[in-house]
Nanobody, 125 residues
Framework: QAQLVESGGGLVQAGDSLRLSCAASGRTFRGYYRAWFRQAPGKERDFVAAISWGGSTVYYADAVKGRFTITRDNYKNTVDLQMNSLRPGDTGIYYC??????????????????WGQGTQVTVSS
């Protein structure tokens, strides 16, 4: 059975960097977009970034453009999110996910079938 496991979260100060990693097991997800979402307390789960199977196409939420970078290593079956210049508004639980439909991209959480358990990121001011 496919499983996603996130790691790398923590407590940092504004301006610091963190690198999140999502390791997949049980499936290679060949051809599928993989993405990161985040959820702040009391708010809905929001799209952060996504990357195509080959890594040539990436999407970012406006709030993180220029600060976050998503990459994937299909050999290791991992997807990373490098987060720089972190802000208190970046605080939340970060989830990695795999798109439901091969080759397509959506920002809607409903379009993703597999989810990790999440990793907490807290940015203090």
């Amino acid at each position: 059975q496919a499983q996603l496991v996130e790691s790398g979260g923590g407590l940092v100060q504004a301006g610091d960097s963190l690198r999140l990693s999502c390791a997949a097991s049980g499936r290679t997800f060949r051809g599928y977009y993989r993405a990161w979402f985040r959820q702040a307390p009391g708010k809905e789960r929001d799209f952060v970034a996504a990357i195509s199977w080959g890594g040539s196409t990436v999407y970012y939420a406006d709030a993180v453009k220029g600060r976050f970078t998503i990459t994937r290593d299909n050999y290791k079956n991992t997807v990373d999110l490098q987060m720089n210049s972190l802000r208190p508004g970046d605080t939340g639980i970060y989830y990695c996910a795999v798109d439901t439909t091969i080759g397509t991209f959506t920002e809607a959480p409903s379009g993703y079938e597999y989810w990790g358990q999440g990793t907490q990121v807290t940015v203090s001011s």
